[in-house]
T-cell receptor, first 113, second 109 residues
Framework: ETGVTQTPRHLVMGMTNKKSLKCEQH?????MYWYKQSAKKPLELMFV???????ENNSVPSRFSPECPNSSHLFLHLHTLQPEDSALYLC????????????FGPGTRLTVT | GQNIDQPTEMTATEGAIVQINCTYQ??????LFWYQQHAGEAPTFLSY??LDGLEEKGRFSSFLSRSKGYSYLLLKELQMKDSASYLC??????????WGAGTKLIIKP
């Protein structure tokens, strides 16, 4: 596979469930990002990892928990979400954390019921 | 605060030219990006401007004026496949990306 992949592509979960989103990049990049995209709103940066270390957490609620076991993989663990968390969650990667060109995955469409 | 403004939606005709504007107010400037995002798909990189002027890449061109805090994306010879959202993003003095909400471009035959 090439580029940035994300699984699952669609996820429906109840507010009491626990689930995880997975992202994998095959580009040899050393920085990875989680974004939240809601309709008609700007992309919201959630987490940034550079060289597998978290460098930024933009005041994201603790019900979202990231994990970066190596430079190619990124997870977003979800628990006790709220309906307003329903959105498209995008993963991206770049070479370096200075936010040059970012390559995005196709996203996971999350619906919280 | 930091802000990126772009029109919510635009409509254009196949074969025509359309200009999508982006104005920004950020703490510092280290480049401006345009991304294209088709419905249900990932954003893909289109262009990067860091100096004033026009960057041309095939049917797409991007212009930057740092003194005016202004950029535009120009799409020529529009095709139906150009129907998508176009996202403007500015990298600020801390190298953080500030995103606009995107412009949905609708192409009509």
């Amino acid at each position: 596979e090439t580029g940035v992949t994300q699984t699952p592509r669609h996820l429906v979960m109840g507010m009491t469930n626990k689930k995880s989103l997975k992202c994998e990049q095959h580009l040899g990049h050393n920085a990875m990002y989680w974004y939240k995209q809601s309709a008609k709103k700007p992309l919201e940066l959630m987490f940034v990892y550079s060289l597998e270390e978290r460098v930024e957490n933009n005041s994201v609620p603790s019900r979202f928990s990231p994990e970066c076991p190596n430079s190619s993989h990124l997870f977003l663990h979800l628990h006790t979400l709220q309906p307003e968390d329903s959105a498209l969650y995008l993963c991206a990667s770049s070479q370096g954390q200075d936010n040059y060109e970012q390559y995005f995955g196709p996203g996971t469409r999350l619906t919280v019921t | 605060g930091q802000n990126i403004d772009q029109p919510t939606e635009m409509t254009a005709t196949e074969g025509a030219i359309v200009q999508i504007n982006c104005t920004y107010q950020t703490s510092g400037f280290n480049g401006l990006f345009w991304y294209q995002q088709h419905a249900g798909e990932a954003p893909t990189f289109l262009s990067y401007n860091v100096l004033d002027g026009l960057e041309e890449k095939g049917r797409f061109s991007s212009f930057l004026s740092r003194s005016k805090g202004y950029s535009y994306l120009l799409l020529k010879e529009l095709q139906m496949k150009d129907s998508a959202s176009y996202l403007c993003a500015v990298r600020d003095s801390n190298y953080q990306l500030i995103w606009g909400a995107g412009t949905k471009l609708i192409i009509k035959p």
